[in-house]
């Protein structure tokens, strides 16, 4: 079914939840959740900006979450009157954006073991880390450009801490999930070349280990997070130094997302110029 909702008319910042989004480019940017028994929910007072929506299973807006969309691909919807524009429903097939893209390898004779740091700071360089990446009491690492192949903890920061870095691309495998919630500086761009160019976050296909964000600090991110197989929470909270950013592609299995502010998922420059 194909209907388009103009029965409500928002304007300013001032509305609960306000959602807005554009066509789709080359099916690279947007939000996809591709599990058709599952949802993709909105919920609390934040603005999400996106290029385009694809929900194969239910499209869910709670309380006074509002959605303004140029097209939504959605398998069903809750609450459609919170709905302004172009809306697509029994859409369950909505394809895996990234399907193609290569599993990483790597020689686990190779181990840089793990990293949990409380407080203090470092600089990590690309590798296997069969322990992971974890940050607390305000612990401040800055990553090498490369690939980072992390299992066990997977990356686990709170207590304030914070990550830089730029052309990285983080692999989380094995047991490893990702759990960005401290409250501290989150400011990471992805390759702009190589079989990973513009992915900053690849969960294992197969591992589907929960993605876990706030955007409660300085939260700002670019390209494109891939986690075909996880369910993914985001918190939006506009952080002491602007809105939380997301990059501009996310593929999840599932999705939360609730909070104030303004989340975007839009297309930035990479490299020093990427949250200018």
């Not at 929506?53 to 809750?78: C, E, P, Y």
């Not at 305000?138 to 990553?143: E, G, N, P, Q």
């Not at 702009?192 to 197969?206: A, I, N, P, Q």
Request: charged residues 15%; hydrophobic residues 35%; proline residues 5%.
């Amino acid at each position: 079914m194909t209907r388009t909702n103009r029965n409500m008319l928002l304007t300013g910042l001032g509305v609960a939840s306000l959602f807005l989004f554009t066509p789709a480019v080359a099916g690279q940017t947007g939000v996809f959740v591709l599990n058709p028994a599952g949802e993709g929910e909105f919920s609390g007072t934040v603005e999400v900006r996106t290029s385009n929506l694809n929900i194969n299973g239910n499209f869910k807006m709670l309380g006074d979450a509002n959605v303004r969309a140029s097209v939504a691909n959605v398998g069903t919807i809750t609450n459609p009157d919170n709905f302004t524009g172009l809306l697509i429903e029994g859409v369950t097939n909505t394809e895996d954006p990234l399907a193609s893209l290569p599993t990483p390898t790597w020689d686990a004779t190779l181990d840089l073991g793990t990293v949990d740091m409380s407080g203090g700071s470092t600089v990590l360089t690309p590798g296997f880390y069969s322990g992971g990446i974890s940050l607390t009491s305000s612990a401040i690492v800055f990553l090498d450009p490369g690939l980072y192949i992390l299992d066990g903890f997977g990356l686990d920061m709170g207590g304030q801490s914070s990550i830089f870095g730029q052309g990285v691309t983080l692999f989380i495998t094995g047991t490893g999930t990702v759990d960005m919630t401290g409250g501290g500086s989150v400011n990471l761009s992805p390759p702009d070349s190589g079989d990973y160019r513009d992915v900053l976050l690849f969960v294992d296909r197969t591992a589907g280990g929960d993605v876990n964000m706030s955007g409660g600090g300085e939260f700002k991110t670019n390209g494109k997070m891939y986690a075909p197989s996880s369910i993914v929470d985001i918190g939006g909270a506009a952080g002491t130094d602007g809105d939380p950013k997301f990059g501009w592609l996310l593929v999840s299995k599932d999705l939360r997302l609730s909070g104030t502010g303004t989340i975007s998922f839009l297309r930035v420059p990479n490299g020093e110029g990427a949250f200018d």
